[in-house]
C-alpha cells in the first residue's frame, strides 16, 4: 500500500513490467526526460535509452515502428503525450495495430499499448482537450480502457501491457497529479467496472476524470434524499455490461455522464443498450458539440462538473434542477 | 542463399546457375499473376468496370506485378527465411521470392480457409509470417514504418535477421517515407528500403508529382546511402542488392535501393491503362525483365528447353495452386469472428 | 429529370457548381483521369488542370492544402477515394479544418467538403470497408452527409459545396453505378431527413447504402402485415431530429440500421436520443465488431442485408423471426 | 517594405534606419514574451510545476520565443500586410513581427472577450487574419500543408501576395514537413518556408532524432532551393529572406530559409530546461540577438539614449497591453456557441 499520484502509479506499473519483461519498451517524445508529466520518471536511467526510447516527433512512425516491433517479439507501450496527437497517427492505430491479426488471418499479434492521454488540461484549449474514446471503442480490434484513480491506473497498464491486444489507455491529462493509495500488487482485469458507491434510485455510469465528479454529485444528491449508485466503467470496450444491467434493473434509471462530446459520445452506447435490453428511462450528460475555448468562461462550458451532474440527476429525477443543465442545451 | 555475398560487383559477372534461380522466380511470379488475372475477371468494380460475381474466382482489387518481378526475385535472393519483409498493395512477386507457397496465396486469392491468411485478406493483405513476409498492405507507404519499426525490435532483441521495406514510387510523397526513413537512420537498423518505381501512382505518372531528383536523392537527404539500378535487369538488381545488404548485415545501417521498372498491367487488373501511349507500353514489353533475363541466358549457352522446362514447371505449379484453390472451401461464417482480439471476444454487440 | 448514376450525380453537380462559382476546386489523386470511380470524368478535361487538381499520393498535404486554400478564399472539394484512406489526414480533418474557424475567434471559415466514401467495396476487405460516419459526427465543426441515392448525391453534393463549414460527404462506394433519375435542379437542404416510406408499427431509421436494404425488408414485412415507416437521415450531423421524433412518436418503435459497426456506431446516437426523449422501446441493427474479411463467407457476417432486418424486425415486433440475427449476436 | 528588394546581398549593408527597425521589432516580442510569462506564473501544469489558478492570469501552455527574434522579425520585414503567414506554438513572434496588435494579442493571453481570437484560442491558437497571420498552431508541422493550399489558392486567384510558412528544427521529422514541400514545388507555388533552429524539440536535442544533413538537405532534395542562415544576425536573417522572398515574388517558386538560432527559455514557460548544461545557455546567451544587434547598432553610432528609448517605447505598449487585458472582460458563456457551425448552430447535443 502506497500514497502515489496517477502518474507515480503509471510509472510503476511500467517500470515493473519493464522489470519482469525484457519485451516491454517504451517509445516516444522526451521519454527520456521523464515525460513532461513526469509519467516515465527515471525510467531511462533505469532502464536505459534502448528500452526507453526518445523518438522524433513522428507520430505516424512512432505508432507505426510499434506495430513492427510487436509482430517481431516486442511489447512495446507507446507514448503519444495527448490524444489529440494521435490523431497525426490514426492510420497506424485503426488500419494497422487494430487490423493485423485479423487481416493476415491471425498470423500475428499487435500486443502494443498506446497511451493516449485524454480530456481537458486547464487552458489548452481545441487541440489539447479532446476525449474520443467513442473513436477507438467503435474500431474492432481495440482494447480501450480509461481509469480514474491512481490504483486503476497502475492495475490497468499492468493489464495492457499483458493484453496481446493493442490497447488504448488513456490516461487524463488533469489527473496526473491527483494522489490516491495503490495497493502492492494492486490488479484490475480489463473489462471489469468497479461500484464506486452503491445507491437505490438511479445508476450513474462514468469513467476517467468525470467519475470523480460523479461521485461528488451523488453525496450532494444523497441530501436531496436521492440515492445513487456511481459506476466507474474504467473499461470502455469491452465495457462491462453486466456489472452496469444489474445495477441498472436495480435502480430503474441510468444516467451516463462523460467529459467527451455527447453527440456520438460512448455515452450514447450504453444508454441504448440499456434502452434496448431493460426499457428502463435513460439520459446522457456529456459535453455540448463545441470545440473547447480558451478562456475559462469557455472552457466551463465544455466542463461537466459535479454541479452540472446533480441539476440533471435533480431535473431529472425530481423535477426540482436548481437551474437549466447547460446554458445552450438545447 | 549465402552465396549472396560472394556475388562480384558486377552484375555481369552473375553465374549461369543463380542467373537460373532468378528467372525461375520471376517466371513463378508471373505465371501466379497471369492465371490469378484470368480468375479475376469480373471480380472488382473501378474503371468503369463492372461487378460479375458468378464469373469471378478471385474478387476484390488485383495489383500485378506484372513487368516488375526482376526487383523481389533480385532483393529476396539475398535474403534468408529468418529475414523479414513488409510489402504493399502489390505484394504477390514479394510473397513468391520470399518463399510463400503459391498453392497457399491462390487459395487465398480465392477466398479459401485454407489461404495464406484464412481468406480474410486477399491479394491486398497476402502475407506469410512463417517466411517473415510480415504483408501486403492496403494503404500506401504504410509498411515502412512497421518495417522500421520490425527492424528495430531485431537492433533490441539482437540477432542477425534484417528487413526489407517494398514500396512504390508514389510512396515517396506520403509523410511515413519521411518518418520511417528518418527512424531508420538515427536508431541504425538493419533495413533495406526498395523503391519499385513503376513510374506509375495508380493512373497518375509519377514524375509530375514529385518535386526533386526523386527517391534516392530523398534518401540520400536523411542520411540513408541509396543506390539506383535498372529493375528489370534481375542480375544487377541482385548484385547491388547483395552489395547494400551485405552492408546492412554488416552493422552499416539503413540503406536504400531504387529499381526503376515499370508496371506492364494496367494499377488494378481492371485498368486499361489508357492514360499511357501504344508506344510507350511497347516499349516497355521489348525491356519486359523475362524476356531480358531469357537473352542473357542464352548468351550462357542456356536455351530454350532448359527455360521451357522452369516456365512449364511453373505452369504446372499454377495449376495446382489453381486446382486446389478451386477444390478448397470457403472460410465458415464463424470464422469471421476468430482472431478479432482476446480480449472481448465474444461480445460483437 | 434526367437517369443518372450516383456517380454521374456527383460528377453534374460538381460540374456545375463549378461553371456557377469559380473559387470552387477539386482535388485529389487520379482526378485528371476522372477518378478511379468516373466520378470526376471530363472535369478535368472541361475546368483544366488548375482547378481538377491532380495530387500526389499525400492525404495529409491534401487535406492540410485544402483548409489553407479554403482560407484564402476558395471552396475546395477533396477527394479522399475511400474513406479508410483519410485516416492519413485526422489531424487535418480534426484538428485543423474543424477546429479553425472556432479557435481562431470566428477570423476565418473553412469551407470545404471532403469526400469520403464510405462502406464495403465488394471483397476490399479490412482496410478499404468502413463506414466511420459517427467518428465525424462526434467531432464540433463538422457536418457529416451520407445520401443513398443518385438523386440525393446530386443535392447533397450541391448543399455541401455552397456550404459555409468543412462538410464530410460520404458516397457509398457500392453505390457508384446505382441508377435513379435526378430531377433538373433538385435540391436537398443539409439536415433533412427523407420519408421513404410511411408506416404505422415501426420506424426504420437507416442512411447509405442500408436505406435500399432498409426499403426492402419494409416491404417484406409488409407481407407479414408489419407496417414500416423508413426514414432515410440523408445527414447524420445535423441530423433531422425532428422528423425521426415525430414519426417514432406515431409508430411508438424505433429500430436504427446501418452497415457501421453497431458498438459506437451513429445508431446508438439515434436510439439513445429517442429513449431519453420519447422512452419508447429502440432497437439496433449494426455490424458485429469486426474487421470485414475478405472471402465472401466472411464479408456477408458484416453485411446488414434486407433478410437481416427483416429478421430483426419480426424476430423484435412479433416474436417470430426466422432465424437467429446473426451467427455469433451474443 | 517595398525596400526590400534593393537590399545589398551582404547584410553588413543595412541601413541604420533598417536596423533600428529589425531591432525595435525584436524588443517588441520580447517585451511582450517577457510580460506573459510573468502574468503566466501558475497557469500551467507540467514538468512538475503545479497549476495555481488564483495567481496565473494567463492560463496553459506559453511558448516563448525568447532569443529567437531575429528570425520573425527578420523575416516579416520583407512581407507586406497582405501577405500570409502559417505559424506554430511559439507564435508570438510571427503575430507580433506581421503587425499584429499587442494589446488584443495580450488580451487573448488573457482570455478576453476582445482578444485577437475573442478568448478562444489563447498563445497556441494565436493569430490575426486581418494582419494575414493565419494563426499559431497546436500541432507540429500542421501549419506547413495549409501555408501549402494559402499559396495555391494565390496561385489558382492570382494576386501578388506571397506565404511564409514557419516551424521548427522538430517539425522536420514529421509527415507534413515532406508533403507540404513536395506540394509547394510541384505546383509551383509562392512560399517561403522558415525552419526556425533552435536546437531542441521540446525537451530533446533535435540533432539526435535527425538523420541526414538536416533541414535545408531535405528541402533541396525535394527540389526546394535553400540557404542557411544565423538565426540570431537579424540583419543576416533579413537579407537573405529578403533574398528569398524576391525569387518568390518572380515567380521563382518555394524557397527554404534554414535559420539557426536558440531559445533562451524553457520549451514551455515552466520548463526549467534542466536537460541543457549552464555553459550551453551563457554561450547563447551571449548570442542574444538583442545583444548582437545593439552592438552592431553601436557600430553605426546609435547608442544608449535612442535605444533606450526604443525599449522604453516598447515597455510602454507592453504595460498598456496588459492593463487593457486586466481590465478586459472575460467572453460571457454564450460565446461558446458562437463561431461553431453554420449549419446545425444551435443543435449542440
Ligand atoms: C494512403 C493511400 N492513398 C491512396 C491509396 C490508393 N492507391 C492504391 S495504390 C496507389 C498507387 C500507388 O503508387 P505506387 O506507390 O507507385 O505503387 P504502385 O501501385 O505503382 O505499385 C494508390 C494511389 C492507398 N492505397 N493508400
Ligand atoms: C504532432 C505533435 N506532436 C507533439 C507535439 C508536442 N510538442 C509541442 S512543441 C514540441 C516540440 C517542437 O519542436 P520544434 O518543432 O523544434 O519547435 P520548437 O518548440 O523548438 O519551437 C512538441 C514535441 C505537438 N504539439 N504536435
Ligand atoms: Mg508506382
Ligand atoms: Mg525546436
Redesign the pocket.
Known sequence: MALMTYAQAACGALAEAMEGDERVVALG??LGRGGVFGQYAGLAQRFGARRVIDTP?S?AAILGAAVGMALVGLRPVVEM??TD?AL?AMDELVNQAAKNRYMFGGQGRVPLVARLPAGMWSASAAQ?SQSLESWFAHIPGLVVIAPASPADNYALLHAAIACDDPVVHHEHKELWSLTGEVPQGHRVPIGQAGVLRPGEDVTLVSWSKTVHAALDAAQAAQHSGLSVEVIDLRTLWPWDRETVLASCAKTGRLMVVHEAVQAGGFGAEIAATVAEQLAIPVRRLGAPRIPVGYAASLEAEARIGSQRILDALLEWMEGRGRRRIAAAND | DSDAMSIPEDSAGISARRLMALYRTMVRIRAFEDAAEVASRGGVAAFGAALDAHAAQVRGPLHLSTGQEAVPAGVCANLSRADYLTSTHRGHGHAIAKGADPCAMMCELFGRANGTNGGKGGSMHIADFSVGMLGANGVVAAGIPIAAGAAHAIRIRGGDAVVACFFGDGAVNRGPFLEGLNWARIFDLPLLFVCEDNRYSATTATAAMTGGEGAAARARSIGVPAECVDGNDVAAVDAVAGRLLARVRAGGGPQFLHAVTYRLKGHVSVDPAAYRSRAELDRAIELDPLRLAERRLDAFGIGGEELGAIRAQAQAEIARALEAARASSAPPPEAAYADVQDCGAGRWR
Do not use: G, L, N, T
Open positions: 517524445e522526451d516527433i507520430e503525450r495527448v496527437f497525426c489539447h
